[in-house]
Every structure is written in structure tokens, then in C-alpha cells.
């Protein structure tokens, strides 16, 4: 059954350094998301990308967050200057064109901010 | 903005039981709701999307109903396993997604 995988499974980073989480989607899908979970708490929506371009943000995904899709396959979750409440649970999600809008996550990158 | 909360925070049933879990929302102005179960330490896996329109789905021993209107869906779960334990998040669908903060279910053998 196609899935959606994620690299790193964990990263740890100093403050301020640039991260990049990695993100392949299933191969048909048209939509692509990102959420975050820190520690605890409830898994926050941040972005979500259609088309090339984003099309929905929430107010956590600032200046500092940027997503890509590069090439045909992956999709990417930069952030420029990391900070310690960055420290979360990183998911990417995708979901195919049409009625259905079942989104489909992946595993996760575990990010620690030192 | 919308809040999602979930009722209970947690709990535990003996195998065999059947169960409710409740998700409530405050801004009825949504597309759908969809259920979802987390393991720990992974991602999130899909059990069910009602959408606005509809009133309930089911997938084998679950069922999950949606009251647009009071801002409430439910998840009922038949003949619970031990497999089933896990934490179960509702998220919803406005204008961007709004999880809850989650039911962690453990189903004793």
C-alpha cells in the first residue's frame, strides 16, 4: 500500500540553524500538507500546498517557515533560524484530488532545538 | 477561532466493550471531520471523514456520527480489542484544520 515517508525519522539542531524536513508524498496526490506536534499538546496545522503555491496558512507557519516542492516527488519544510519552541513532531501529509479528502500522513520527523 | 476538545482525556475499558468517544466543536461552519488514531511515537493514521453534508460513516466495527448543528461528533467503537488502544484525535476542516487534544483509549485484556 503506497505511503507517505519522511526524512529524517529525527534531527537534533542548535538554536538558529536552517533545517530542512523532508517529505515524499503518494505518488498520485495533488495536496500536501505539514503539521506540527510539540510535546503534549495537540497537533497544529501549519500549511498546505497545491498547485505549486500555498494555498492555506495558519498563524504559526511565519516568515521563518517555507515550503517546496522541488522536484516531482518531494516536499519540503524549511526553517530558516531555528528557535527552541520549534522542538516538535513534524508530520507531512498528502491526499488525493477529488471528492475524497482523506489525508494521508507520514511517520514524522522528531526535531529537537538545542 | 474554532476549539476542538475531546471528552474523555483518557480511558480504559476491558476487551469486549463497547465505547463512545466524544469531539465537540465551537464554529459549526466546517466541510468535514475526520477521525484519526495515533500510536505512540507515529503518524497519523485515517479511520474516518464525515463530510458536512453527511450525518454518519462506518468502517467495520467503527462508527463516527456528526451533529453539524450542536458542534458534536462521536465515535463509537464495537466489541473493543486490545489492538484498538491508542490515542483517537478528531480534527476538523474550516478554513484551515483544528485538531483535538486527543482520547488516549487502552483496552485491557
Known amino acids: 500500500e503506497p505511503e507517505v515517508t519522511q526524512t529524517p525519522s529525527h534531527q537534533v539542531t542548535q538554536m538558529g540553524q536552517e533545517v530542512i524536513l523532508r517529505c515524499v508524498p503518494i505518488s498520485n496526490h495533488l495536496y500536501f500538507y505539514w503539521y506540527r506536534q510539540i510535546l503534549g499538546q495537540k497537533v497544529e496545522f501549519l500549511v498546505s500546498f497545491y498547485n505549486n503555491e500555498i494555498s492555506e496558512k495558519s498563524e504559526i507557519f511565519d516568515d521563518q517557515f517555507s515550503v517546496e516542492r522541488p522536484d516531482g516527488s518531494n516536499f519540503t519544510l524549511k526553517i530558516r533560524s531555528t528557535k527552541l519552541e520549534d522542538s516538535a513532531m513534524y508530520f507531512c501529509a498528502s491526499r488525493a484530488r477529488g471528492g475524497q479528502e482523506t489525508q494521508y500522513f507520514g511517520p514524522g520527523t522528531r526535531l529537537l532545538v538545542l | 477561532k474554532q476549539e476542538v476538545t475531546q471528552i474523555p482525556a483518557a480511558l480504559s475499558v476491558p476487551e469486549g466493550e463497547n465505547l463512545v468517544l466524544n469531539c465537540s466543536f465551537t464554529d459549526s461552519a466546517i466541510y468535514n471531520l475526520q477521525w484519526f488514531r495515533q500510536d505512540p511515537g507515529k503518524g497519523l493514521t485515517s479511520l474516518l471523514l464525515?463530510?458536512?453534508?453527511?450525518r454518519e460513516q462506518t468502517s467495520g466495527r467503527l462508527n463516527a456520527s456528526l451533529d453539524k448543528s450542536s458542534g458534536r461528533s462521536t465515535l463509537y467503537i464495537a466489541a473493543s480489542q486490545p489492538g484498538d488502544s491508542a490515542t483517537y484525535l478528531c480534527a476538523v476542516k474550516g478554513n484551515q484544520f483544528y485538531f483535538g487534544t486527543g482520547t488516549s483509549l487502552t483496552v485491557i485484556p
Open positions: 464525515i463530510q458536512s453534508s453527511q
